[in-house]
C-alpha cells in the first residue's frame, strides 16, 4: 500500500466520530459464530466489529494499516472493559498473520491473495466470514471504484480448502450490491 493511502486512512479515521456498530451481517451470523478461539479481524479499522468478538468471549486480534484506527479501537476496548489485540500490517504486502485462528473476518477489504491464503491459517472447524460489494454495486454507488470490487459471483471461487457453509449475494440491507460468505475449514483431510 502506498503511504499515501495510509495517510488518507489516517486521516479518515481522525475523523470518525465513534467507533460505529458492528455490521449487522455479523449479528446475523450468531448462532454460527464461535464464543471462544482466537479471532482475527483484516482490515478492521477503528475496531467495530473487533469489539463485538471480544465481547463474544473471543481473543481478538485486530490487523489494520491506520496506527489512527488501532488507537481509537485500544482506546475504545479499554474503556468497555475489553481486551483486544492491535497489529499495525500492510495486508497488501506482508502474509496473513500466523494461526491457528478459530475466525478470520475480512469485511470490506479486497486482496485475493490473502483470501487464498487463509486456509492456511485456520485451525480445524475454524471460519472464514467475509462481505464485500460486488461490480453491479456501482448500478448506484460511484465508490467503491471498480479497481475494489469483486466480479459478480467471484468470491467463492477466490477461497481454497475451505467448505462454503453460507453465500449469499445482491442487494442487501446495507444498501450495496455485496457478496457474503461463510467459509469451514474441514474437520478431517489436509
Request: with cysteine; charged share 30%.
Amino acid at each position: 500500500m502506498a503511504e499515501g493511502d495510509r495517510e488518507r486512512w489516517d486521516a479518515r479515521y481522525r475523523d470518525e466520530d465513534a467507533v460505529p456498530d458492528p455490521s449487522p451481517f455479523l449479528d446475523a451470523l450468531d448462532a454460527l459464530l464461535p464464543r471462544r478461539g482466537r479471532a482475527l479481524d483484516v482490515a478492521g479499522g477503528s475496531g467495530r466489529n473487533a469489539l463485538w468478538l471480544a465481547r463474544r468471549g473471543l481473543d481478538v486480534t485486530l490487523a489494520d494499516v491506520s496506527e489512527v484506527a488501532l488507537e481509537r479501537a485500544a482506546r475504545e476496548a479499554r474503556a468497555r472493559g475489553l481486551a483486544i489485540e492491535t497489529l499495525r500490517i500492510d495486508l497488501e504486502a506482508s502474509p496473513l498473520p500466523a494461526g491457528p485462528w478459530d475466525l478470520v473476518l475480512c469485511t470490506y477489504f479486497l486482496h485475493r491473495p490473502l483470501l487464498a491464503a487463509v486456509a492456511a491459517e485456520l485451525a480445524t472447524g475454524g471460519l472464514l466470514v467475509v462481505a464485500h460489494a460486488t461490480r453491479t454495486n456501482l448500478e448506484r454507488h460511484p465508490r467503491p471504484g471498480p479497481a475494489h470490487l469483486l466480479d459478480d459471483g467471484e468470491l467463492p471461487t477466490l477461497v481454497r480448502g475451505l467448505e462454503i457453509v453460507r453465500y449469499e449475494e445482491g442487494w442487501l440491507e446495507s444498501g450495496r450490491h455485496e457478496a457474503r460468505l461463510v467459509a469451514r475449514r474441514p474437520l478431517t483431510g489436509p
